[in-house]
């Protein structure tokens, strides 16, 4: 049973309790969508949610739309936008959006109008709650993007797809914008158990190593991000050149995988190999979006993992590492700030020069990357393991099911 | 009254799902007029709402407007006043919310520049919705509960011990709240118990001074009701 995994991890009272709330949801149809079934941080975490679900005794589905270029061009653009990104997007981009989620709510019109629950995860999904017609059951909006400061034109426009929901889920309150409906914050989390997190042997962490030409005998820094501009490789790598002249044995790991829904990581990726140039200690990795175990591996091999964000969603790449035992230098912002906590679990940093000092700071104290791992690991088994966003979409479904009272007893 | 004869001790338990009100503050005057308007769930959310959320070791300030007034606003002055409100003193939240508003105006009135002092991350005004189920989990006598509390998951100590303020706010607590069925015995149960300060200790630790609570004050494991 996965359900006795997860207990051995995260505790048995972590699991009762998920019996117990998801016992009035027992028989209800969720259905999750989303616009990718690998890469990206949305597609893991359903892999992970929905045969829980089942196994509680819910129907859970997922069913992904899906659409050309150019409506990931519009999309990506889009998920820039909400992240702050002055960008503007065609209309003929904008009819193509339309277009693909009008032909996406025809083929899913049966399963989504007879949901108990669906959940419409990010923009891309969003107008199926405006074109699928008739609907039964609730629907949830569920935002994985930092939309703390959104382009203002691109928000007016998804606004009114975005109102036609029940209810929104947020990552932090800060992210949460003004909508006609309740707004609920759910930190994303982490399984503990997948391919990417789960324990490895020293044997198997040395061979990726050395299959990447990475010096396991010499300290390490490691950033596992998409190749994103707001993931600031750039600034990373800038950050490892001024680190380096107090740490001349240091080596900068940059690994990201690819997602089917972003078009842009390609020019980033090249920005991010110039910006590296010759240096034979930066290794720029462009691995496949199902190289779960190889991540696992560079994100244990490093001494200290990096976030450098410049906007970020939640870092699901924050909590993979800090569950490693690794202290997180992580950019201000988002979801890192309710991760790295300073001198506990790492530390926060704005620029490529507070990134290199704590850098020089870490990696000059082996004892202190010990504990604040130590530190972070725990902190991360307490608040963001699957099992506590499992419970907080149980309680957010009973709490739609039961109306929005503040208060709901059951049995 | 033989306590076979009283009603069982029905163990709860509870999850609480942060809600988003959408209104900031920015300014010590914003946080003023939000907590003056602020529906009373929010008011209780960021007195005890902390408890169940995710944090850091043991909380720097027993509330969050004292927390964000240290590390929003970086008054400590007056985040150290509102620290020291014990919401337990009052009896309703509007109470408390006025005792809030009134150490603000105050703050406002001997410090002219907080009227212009804006913070960076501006404080969010949350409420909670809090769904409570049962368990299979009852008790008929004292010494039953007390050798339960120690395997009660902490949602269910605060549904039991924290939730159960604005329930049963003449007795405190649910625990408090039954042993009255129990004679000086529970009395002495509920003297122990009035004595815990659950406001800056993790749940978990709470739950350790309250087992600690009823070893202590039933004698060789007996209760005569």
Same mark, same amino acid.
């Given at each position: 049973?996965?359900?006795?995994?997860?207990?051995?991890?995260?505790?048995?009272?972590?699991?009762? =309790?998920?019996?117990?709330?998801?016992?009035?949801?027992?028989?209800?149809?969720?259905?999750? !969508?989303? @616009?990718?079934?690998?890469?990206?941080?949305?597609?893991?975490?359903?892999?992970?949610?929905?045969?829980?679900?089942?196994?509680?005794?819910?129907?859970?589905?997922?069913?992904?739309?899906?659409?050309? #270029?150019?409506?990931?061009?519009? #999309?990506?653009?889009?998920?820039?936008?909400?992240?702050?990104?002055?960008?503007?997007?065609?209309?003929?981009?904008?009819?193509?959006?339309?277009?693909?989620?009008?032909?996406?709510?025809?083929?899913?019109?049966?399963?989504?109008?007879?949901?108990?629950?669906?959940?419409?995860?990010?923009?891309?999904?969003?107008?199926?709650?405006?074109?699928?017609?008739?609907?039964?059951?609730?629907?949830?909006?569920?935002?994985?993007?930092?939309? @703390?400061?959104?382009?203002?034109?691109?928000?007016?426009?998804?606004?009114?797809?975005?109102?036609? =929901?029940?209810?929104?889920?947020?990552?932090?309150?800060?992210?949460?914008?003004?909508?006609?409906?309740?707004?609920?914050?759910?930190?994303?989390?982490?399984?503990?158990?997948?391919?990417?997190?789960?324990?490895?042997?020293?044997?198997?962490?040395?061979?990726?190593?050395?299959?990447?030409?990475?010096?396991?005998?010499?300290?390490?820094?490691?950033?596992?991000?998409?190749?994103?501009?707001?993931?600031?490789?750039?600034?990373?790598?800038?950050?490892?050149?001024?680190?380096?002249?107090?740490?001349?044995?240091?080596?900068?790991?940059?690994?990201?995988? @690819?997602?089917?829904?972003?078009?842009?990581?390609?020019?980033?990726?090249?920005?991010?190999?110039?910006?590296?140039?010759?240096?034979?200690?930066?290794?720029?990795?462009?691995?496949?979006?199902?190289?779960?175990?190889?991540?696992?591996?560079?994100?244990?091999?490093?001494?200290? !993992?990096?976030?450098?964000? #410049?906007?970020?969603?939640?870092?699901?790449?924050?909590?993979?590492?800090?569950?490693?035992?690794?202290?997180?230098?992580?950019?201000?912002?988002?979801?890192?700030?309710?991760?790295?906590?300073?001198? =506990?679990?790492?530390?926060?940093?704005?620029?490529?020069?507070? #990134?290199?000092?704590?850098?020089?700071?870490?990696?000059?104290?082996?004892?202190?990357?010990?504990?604040?791992?130590?530190?972070?690991?725990?902190?991360?088994?307490?608040?963001?393991?699957?099992?506590?966003?499992?419970?907080?979409?149980?309680?957010?479904?009973?709490?739609?099911?039961?109306?929005?009272?503040?208060?709901?007893?059951?049995? | 009254?033989?306590?076979?004869?009283?009603?069982?001790?029905?163990?709860?338990?509870?999850?609480?799902?942060?809600?988003?009100?959408?209104?900031?503050?920015?300014?010590?005057?914003?946080?003023?007029?939000?907590?003056?308007?602020?529906?009373?769930?929010?008011?209780?959310?960021?007195?005890?709402?902390?408890?169940?959320?995710?944090?850091?070791?043991?909380?720097?300030?027993?509330?969050?407007?004292?927390?964000?007034?240290?590390?929003?606003?970086?008054?400590?002055?007056?985040?150290?006043?509102?620290?020291?409100?014990?919401?337990?003193?009052?009896?309703?939240?509007?109470?408390?919310?006025?005792?809030?508003?009134?150490?603000?105006?105050?703050?406002?009135?001997?410090?002219?520049?907080?009227?212009?002092?804006?913070?960076?991350?501006?404080?969010?005004?949350?409420?909670?919705?809090?769904?409570?189920?049962?368990?299979?989990?009852?008790?008929?006598?004292?010494?039953?509960?007390?050798?339960?509390?120690?395997?009660?998951?902490?949602?269910?100590?605060?549904?039991?011990?924290?939730?159960?303020?604005?329930?049963?706010?003449?007795?405190?607590?649910?625990?408090?709240?039954?042993?009255?069925?129990?004679?000086?015995?529970?009395?002495?149960?509920?003297?122990?118990?009035?004595?815990?300060?659950?406001?800056?200790?993790?749940?978990?630790?709470?739950?350790?001074?309250?087992?600690?609570?009823?070893?202590?004050?039933?004698?060789?494991?007996?209760?005569?009701?």
């Amino acid at each position: 049973m996965l359900l006795d995994d997860y207990a051995q991890v995260a505790g048995e009272d972590a699991i009762e =309790h998920l019996r117990q709330l998801a016992r009035p949801l027992a028989g209800k149809r969720f259905v999750h !969508v989303n @616009s990718t079934r690998v890469g990206g941080g949305v597609a893991e975490i359903l892999r992970k949610l929905i045969p829980l679900a089942r196994e509680l005794g819910i129907d859970a589905q997922w069913e992904v739309i899906t659409g050309d #270029t150019e409506f990931y061009e519009c #999309t990506k653009a889009m998920h820039n936008a909400l992240q702050g990104n002055p960008l503007h997007i065609p209309e003929r981009l904008l009819r193509v959006y339309e277009e693909t989620n009008r032909a996406n709510a025809e083929q899913l019109r049966d399963v989504l109008a007879a949901a108990d629950v669906v959940f419409i995860h990010d923009p891309q999904p969003a107008p199926l709650a405006e074109y699928i017609g008739k609907r039964s059951g609730r629907w949830v909006w569920r935002c994985h993007i930092d939309a @703390s400061h959104p382009h203002r034109p691109v928000w007016k426009y998804l606004r009114r797809y975005v109102a036609a =929901h029940d209810a929104s889920v947020f990552s932090l309150a800060s992210f949460a914008q003004a909508l006609p409906h309740t707004e609920y914050i759910i930190p994303p989390s982490i399984d503990p158990l997948s391919d990417k997190n789960i324990a490895l042997s020293e044997a198997s962490i040395r061979e990726t190593a050395i299959r990447f030409d990475i010096d396991p005998t010499r300290p390490v820094v490691a950033q596992v991000s998409r190749f994103d501009r707001f993931k600031d490789p750039v600034g990373v790598i800038a950050a490892y050149r001024l680190a380096k002249d107090y740490v001349p044995h240091l080596q900068l790991v940059l690994a990201g995988g @690819s997602a089917t829904d972003d078009p842009e990581g390609e020019v980033v990726l090249a920005e991010t190999r110039a910006a590296a140039g010759d240096d034979t200690d930066i290794h720029v990795l462009a691995l496949a979006p199902d190289a779960h175990r190889t991540i696992n591996a560079l994100q244990r091999l490093a001494d200290v !993992v990096i976030q450098k964000s #410049t906007r970020e969603g939640f870092g699901l790449t924050v909590t993979e590492a800090m569950w490693k035992g690794k202290p997180v230098i992580g950019g201000d912002v988002g979801g890192i700030r309710l991760q790295v906590i300073d001198h =506990h679990t790492g530390f926060r940093v704005s620029s490529p020069e507070g #990134t290199s000092l704590r850098l020089r700071y870490l990696l000059h104290q082996p004892r202190k990357i010990q504990t604040m791992g130590w530190k972070a690991r725990e902190f991360v088994r307490e608040n963001f393991l699957v099992t506590r966003q499992l419970r907080e979409y149980l309680t957010l479904c009973v709490g739609m099911l039961h109306g929005a009272a503040e208060r709901i007893e059951l049995g | 009254m033989p306590a076979e004869q009283l009603v069982q001790f029905s163990v709860k338990d509870c999850a609480l799902l942060t809600i988003a009100t959408g209104r900031r503050a920015y300014t010590l005057g914003e946080l003023r007029a939000g907590i003056a308007g602020a529906e009373r769930d929010s008011i209780y959310f960021h007195f005890w709402g902390g408890l169940l959320q995710p944090r850091f070791e043991e909380r720097e300030f027993n509330n969050d407007f004292a927390a964000w007034m240290r590390h929003g606003l970086h008054d400590s002055r007056l985040a150290e006043k509102l620290a020291v409100i014990d919401p337990r003193e009052y009896t309703s939240l509007d109470l408390l919310r006025s005792e809030v508003v009134e150490l603000i105006d105050e703050r406002l009135d001997e410090a002219e520049y907080l009227h212009f002092s804006r913070a960076v991350q501006p404080f969010e005004f949350m409420r909670a919705q809090i769904v409570v189920f049962g368990t299979d989990k009852s008790v008929a006598c004292p010494e039953e509960l007390a050798a339960l509390i120690p395997q009660l998951p902490a949602s269910s100590i605060f549904y039991h011990f924290i939730d159960a303020r604005r329930r049963v706010p003449e007795a405190g607590d649910d625990f408090s709240a039954w042993l009255v069925n129990f004679g000086m015995p529970g009395e002495r149960v509920r003297a122990r118990l009035a004595q815990i300060d659950p406001y800056f200790i993790p749940l978990s630790v709470l739950r350790q001074q309250l087992a600690d609570a009823f070893a202590d004050q039933l004698e060789n494991g007996h209760v005569v009701g």
